[in-house]
Protein backbone atom coordinates (compact mmCIF):
# COMPACT_ATOMS: atom_id res chain seq x y z
CA UNK A 1 0.00 0.00 0.00
CA UNK A 2 1.45 3.58 -0.87
CA UNK A 3 2.13 5.98 1.99
CA UNK A 4 -0.55 8.22 2.05
CA UNK A 5 1.72 11.22 1.97
CA UNK A 6 3.75 10.39 -1.27
CA UNK A 7 1.94 12.04 -3.88
CA UNK A 8 2.58 15.39 -1.57
CA UNK A 9 6.40 14.01 -1.12
CA UNK A 10 6.62 13.68 -4.76
CA UNK A 11 5.16 17.43 -5.10
CA UNK A 12 6.90 18.73 -2.97
CA UNK A 13 10.22 17.71 -3.92
CA UNK A 14 9.66 18.37 -7.34
CA UNK A 15 9.06 22.02 -6.46
CA UNK A 16 11.32 22.12 -4.22
CA UNK A 17 14.32 21.29 -6.96
CA UNK A 18 12.78 23.54 -9.35
CA UNK A 19 13.14 26.16 -7.43
CA UNK A 20 16.54 25.50 -6.19
CA UNK A 21 17.88 25.03 -9.51
CA UNK A 22 16.32 28.77 -10.37
CA UNK A 23 17.56 29.85 -7.55
CA UNK A 24 21.64 29.02 -7.87
CA UNK A 25 21.15 30.09 -12.10
CA UNK A 26 20.22 33.70 -10.85
CA UNK A 27 23.12 33.66 -8.68
CA UNK A 28 25.95 35.65 -10.50
CA UNK A 29 24.07 36.54 -13.59
CA UNK A 30 24.72 40.53 -14.72
CA UNK A 31 21.61 41.26 -16.67
CA UNK A 32 18.34 41.65 -15.14
CA UNK A 33 16.96 38.54 -13.96
CA UNK A 34 13.79 37.19 -15.67
CA UNK A 35 10.19 35.86 -14.17
CA UNK A 36 10.20 31.92 -14.86
CA UNK A 37 6.73 32.54 -16.92
CA UNK A 38 9.33 35.15 -19.00
CA UNK A 39 11.46 32.08 -19.40
CA UNK A 40 8.88 29.74 -20.24
CA UNK A 41 7.28 31.94 -23.03
CA UNK A 42 10.96 32.53 -24.69
CA UNK A 43 11.44 28.57 -24.59
CA UNK A 44 8.06 27.84 -25.85
CA UNK A 45 8.82 30.57 -29.08
CA UNK A 46 12.44 28.86 -29.20
CA UNK A 47 10.25 25.52 -29.57
CA UNK A 48 7.50 27.17 -31.82
CA UNK A 49 8.50 30.01 -33.78
CA UNK A 50 5.77 32.00 -35.70
CA UNK A 51 3.77 30.50 -32.43
CA UNK A 52 0.78 32.81 -31.74
CA UNK A 53 -0.48 34.42 -28.44
CA UNK A 54 -3.31 31.93 -28.08
CA UNK A 55 -1.92 29.34 -28.95
CA UNK A 56 0.96 30.30 -26.66
CA UNK A 57 -1.23 31.20 -23.56
CA UNK A 58 -2.82 27.54 -24.26
CA UNK A 59 0.35 26.07 -24.34
CA UNK A 60 1.45 27.56 -21.02
CA UNK A 61 -1.95 27.79 -19.32
CA UNK A 62 -1.89 31.12 -18.82
CA UNK A 63 -4.72 33.78 -19.78
CA UNK A 64 -4.45 35.29 -23.11
CA UNK A 65 -4.21 38.38 -21.39
CA UNK A 66 -1.69 37.42 -18.82
CA UNK A 67 0.62 36.55 -22.27
CA UNK A 68 0.15 39.83 -23.96
CA UNK A 69 1.74 41.30 -20.92
CA UNK A 70 4.42 38.98 -21.16
CA UNK A 71 4.88 39.35 -24.63
CA UNK A 72 4.77 43.49 -24.09
CA UNK A 73 7.47 42.88 -21.71
CA UNK A 74 9.63 40.14 -23.53
CA UNK A 75 9.51 42.98 -26.72
CA UNK A 76 10.17 45.95 -25.10
CA UNK A 77 13.41 44.41 -23.42
CA UNK A 78 14.80 42.87 -26.89
CA UNK A 79 13.97 39.35 -26.42
CA UNK A 80 10.90 38.95 -28.70
CA UNK A 81 9.84 40.83 -31.74
CA UNK A 82 5.91 40.15 -32.58
CA UNK A 83 5.39 40.02 -36.81
CA UNK A 84 2.09 40.26 -38.29
CA UNK A 85 1.14 36.90 -39.26
CA UNK A 86 0.37 37.22 -42.96
CA UNK A 87 -2.55 34.99 -42.81
CA UNK A 88 -4.75 36.75 -40.34
CA UNK A 89 -3.45 40.51 -40.27
CA UNK A 90 -5.29 40.72 -36.68
CA UNK A 91 -3.18 37.80 -35.75
CA UNK A 92 0.59 38.34 -34.11
CA UNK A 93 3.17 35.54 -34.66
CA UNK A 94 6.13 35.82 -31.77
CA UNK A 95 10.01 35.41 -32.82
CA UNK A 96 12.97 35.04 -30.50
CA UNK A 97 15.72 38.24 -31.47
CA UNK A 98 19.29 36.96 -31.32
CA UNK A 99 19.83 38.41 -27.45
CA UNK A 100 17.01 35.78 -26.10
CA UNK A 101 18.64 32.89 -28.63
CA UNK A 102 22.11 33.86 -26.99
CA UNK A 103 20.34 34.14 -23.11
CA UNK A 104 18.38 31.00 -23.67
CA UNK A 105 21.42 29.03 -24.77
CA UNK A 106 23.79 29.94 -21.98
CA UNK A 107 20.90 29.34 -19.36
CA UNK A 108 20.65 25.95 -21.10
CA UNK A 109 24.32 25.41 -20.74
CA UNK A 110 24.53 27.17 -17.20
CA UNK A 111 21.32 24.85 -15.84
CA UNK A 112 22.98 21.44 -17.24
CA UNK A 113 26.26 22.23 -16.06
CA UNK A 114 24.70 22.64 -12.67
CA UNK A 115 22.71 19.67 -12.62
CA UNK A 116 24.91 17.51 -13.44
CA UNK A 117 27.24 18.71 -10.80
CA UNK A 118 25.00 18.31 -8.23
CA UNK A 119 23.74 14.49 -9.95
CA UNK A 120 27.59 13.58 -10.16
CA UNK A 121 27.66 13.71 -6.30
CA UNK A 122 25.30 11.25 -5.66
CA UNK A 123 26.26 7.77 -5.42
CA UNK A 124 25.26 5.77 -8.67
CA UNK A 125 22.51 3.29 -7.42
CA UNK A 126 21.14 7.46 -6.83
CA UNK A 127 22.14 8.30 -9.97
CA UNK A 128 20.62 5.30 -11.53
CA UNK A 129 17.32 5.75 -10.01
CA UNK A 130 16.89 9.19 -11.37
CA UNK A 131 18.08 7.98 -14.91
CA UNK A 132 15.24 5.11 -14.64
CA UNK A 133 12.47 7.75 -12.95
CA UNK A 134 12.71 9.84 -16.06
CA UNK A 135 10.04 7.95 -18.18
CA UNK A 136 7.47 8.05 -15.76
CA UNK A 137 8.15 11.54 -14.61
CA UNK A 138 7.75 12.42 -18.65
CA UNK A 139 4.71 10.15 -18.50
CA UNK A 140 3.37 12.12 -14.88
CA UNK A 141 4.23 15.75 -17.05
CA UNK A 142 1.77 14.43 -20.10
CA UNK A 143 -1.15 13.31 -17.87
CA UNK A 144 -1.19 16.36 -15.93
CA UNK A 145 -1.09 18.28 -19.36
CA UNK A 146 -4.08 15.79 -20.52
CA UNK A 147 -6.18 16.32 -17.79
CA UNK A 148 -5.60 20.28 -18.05
CA UNK A 149 -6.34 20.05 -21.56
CA UNK A 150 -9.73 18.05 -20.27
CA UNK A 151 -10.90 21.09 -17.17
CA UNK A 152 -10.17 23.84 -20.35
CA UNK A 153 -12.62 22.41 -23.05
CA UNK A 154 -16.13 24.13 -23.22
Do not use: C, F
Not at 1 to 19: F, N
Not at 93 to 100: D, E, F, P
Request: aromatic share 2%; net charge positive; no cysteine.
Amino acid sequence: MEHESYPEELADTLVRIQRLIRRRLRGGLALPRLRGAEVELLRLVESRPGIGISDAARALHLAGNSVSTLVNQLVKGGYLVRETDPADRRAARLLLTGSAEKRLADWQRRRAELVSRHVSRLDEADREALRAALPALRKLAVTLHEEHEETEKP
